[in-house]
């Protein structure tokens, strides 16, 4: 059975650090695509960052330069530093990761910035 759990989610004030963990379960993460997304209240799920199965990165306009995704494969999990957060990074970010015939998300974790 595949597992995507999140965590390292929380309340962070403006200008300030969170990095998420994305941890998989039942899937080699190391040759996958894996993505983060986030959802706030009201609007569509959007991408964030993407990594793909050879490493390269591409990442959404609004966290060009302050976000950055990568993996551990040590533990199996991506990861997703997010640095200079501001109000509206406030979401849900969910781990995805799909393919041919599989397509798996994790359950969440909140982020919370504070102006």
């Known amino acids: 059975q595949v597992q995507l759990v999140e965590s390292g989610g929380g309340l962070v004030q403006a200008g300030g650090s969170l990095r998420l963990s994305c941890a998989a379960s039942?899937?080699?993460?190391?040759?996958?695509?894996v993505a983060w997304h986030r959802q706030a209240p009201g609007k569509q799920r959007e991408l964030v960052a993407v990594?793909?199965?050879?490493?390269?990165?591409d990442y959404a306009d609004s966290t060009k330069g302050r976000f950055t995704i990568s993996r551990d494969n040590a533990k199996n999990a991506v990861l997703l530093q997010m640095n200079s957060l501001k109000p509206e990074d406030t979401a849900v970010y969910y781990c995805?990761?799909?393919?041919?015939?599989?397509?798996?998300w994790g359950q969440g974790t909140q982020v919370t910035v504070s102006s």
């Open positions: 990594i793909s199965s050879r490493g390269e990165t």
């Open positions: 995805h990761c799909w393919g041919p015939g599989y397509d798996y």
């Open positions: 039942g899937v080699p993460f190391s040759s996958r695509v």
